[in-house]
Nanobody, 126 residues
Framework: LVQLVESGGGSVQAGGSLRLSCAIT????????MVWFRQAPGKEREGVAA????????YYHDSTKGRFTISHDSAKNALYLQMHNLEPEDTAVYYC???????????????????WGQGTQVTVSS
């Protein structure tokens, strides 16, 4: 069983920064692909960034490259998403997700992940 709990969302003005955290609870040691997804009102959920926990290889959606950084702290069992230069288009509910597999070029396919957090709201005003 893997449990994920996000925190760190909030409201900021355009150009601001936020750091999202995802606390991971698991009783089974394994390597995971861990992903941040987001869903804006009226839009489909999309992958934002992903990381392989075995070697910290990262993957990013084109719209977040250079602004967002995904990282993983195995000692703290935590996943992070540092977001800079936020834009109103980044407004969404952000979810962390994970499963016992290696990330690949298809990391943004949500059907690959069986473990999800409850989501945290990020609102960016112009």
């Amino acid at each position: 069983l893997v449990q994920l709990v996000e925190s760190g969302g909030g409201s900021v003005q355009a150009g601001g920064s936020l750091r999202l955290s995802c606390a991971i609870t698991t009783h089974t040691y394994s390597t995971y692909c861990m992903v941040w997804f987001r869903q804006a009102p009226g839009k489909e959920r999309e992958g934002v960034a992903a990381i392989d926990t075995d070697d910290d290889t990262t993957y990013y959606h084109d719209s977040t490259k250079g602004r967002f950084t995904i990282s993983h702290d195995s000692a703290k069992n935590a996943l992070y998403l540092q977001m800079h230069n936020l834009e109103p288009e980044d407004t969404a509910v952000y979810y962390c997700a994970a499963d016992r597999l290696l990330c690949s070029m298809d990391w943004g396919r949500e059907e690959w992940y069986n473990y999800w957090g409850q989501g945290t709201q990020v609102t960016v005003s112009s």
